[in-house]
């Protein structure tokens, strides 16, 4: 079936190195939708980014993330960490015309950012 | 900004209690969803709903009922609960968008199941 990879439960970076977290996914449908949603603590989740054009970047507040359908990913990048970006990141997939707006989810990473 | 309130938000009862877990969107939104969240699991669909009567079965139901009363408010009910279901639960809602359409979540109702 559908389902999103998240390799990493954990990673931990100091400030000012880059951000790469890694969702590669896998569905039959030629046309999916990829997010990233960020939960901060004591906040609710939130949509970070989405795409679901092959080959383009797109970007939101510092992190960028190209959907690359040959290789079925979707990784999440930024060029400098800050502590603030400390936080539980979700990769999600959702299908055009499949399962509608039923999104699933990959098992999150958490991001710890340090001084 | 969509707005998405849950309560309680938080909830302590025992094994065999009965819990209703509620939530209501503002924004007239036609897809309302309840999941868990749980370390190494993430976030976990239970069920969702399109409007108003509807409901649709998600990926680990198991143990949860829902009802989606009107279009503002849809319930989750843990009738026997189990120390299984000690959880981290968000509601969240969607517009009828199709594929793209962005999730707004609750703030979250933590439950503990003694």
């Known amino acids: 079936g559908d389902s999103v990879t998240q390799t990493e439960g954990l990673v931990t970076l100091t400030e000012g190195l880059p951000v790469m977290l890694n969702c590669t996914y896998q569905t039959i449908y030629s046309n999916p939708f990829l997010f990233w949603y960020v939960h901060y603590l004591n906040e609710s989740p939130r949509l970070l980014l989405k795409?679901?054009?092959?080959?383009k970047r797109t970007e939101h507040q510092g992190f960028h993330a190209t959907l690359h359908k040959s290789s079925s990913s979707f990784h999440l990048q930024k060029s400098s960490a800050q502590l603030s970006d400390s936080a539980l990141y979700y990769c999600a997939l959702t299908l055009y015309g499949g399962s509608g707006n039923k999104l699933i989810f990959g098992t999150g990473t958490l991001l710890s950012v340090k001084p | 900004e969509a707005a998405v309130t849950q309560s309680p938000r938080n909830k302590v009862t025992v094994t065999g209690g009965n819990v209703t877990l509620s939530c209501r969107q503002t924004?007239?939104?036609?897809?309302m969803y309840w999941y868990r969240q749980d370390t190494g699991h993430g976030l976990r669909l239970i069920h969702y709903s399109y409007g108003a009567g509807n409901l649709q079965i998600g990926d680990v139901p198991d143990g949860y009922k829902a009802t989606r009363t009107t279009q503002e408010d849809f319930f989750l009910l843990l009738e026997l609960a189990s120390p299984s279901q000690t959880s981290l639960y968000f509601c969240?809602?969607?517009?009828?968008?199709?594929?793209?359409?962005?999730?707004?979540f609750g703030p979250g109702t933590r439950l503990t199941v003694l």
């Open positions: 924004n007239s939104h036609n897809y």
């Open positions: 969240a809602s969607s517009e009828l968008q199709g594929a793209a359409a962005e999730q707004f």
């Open positions: 795409s679901s054009t092959d080959n």
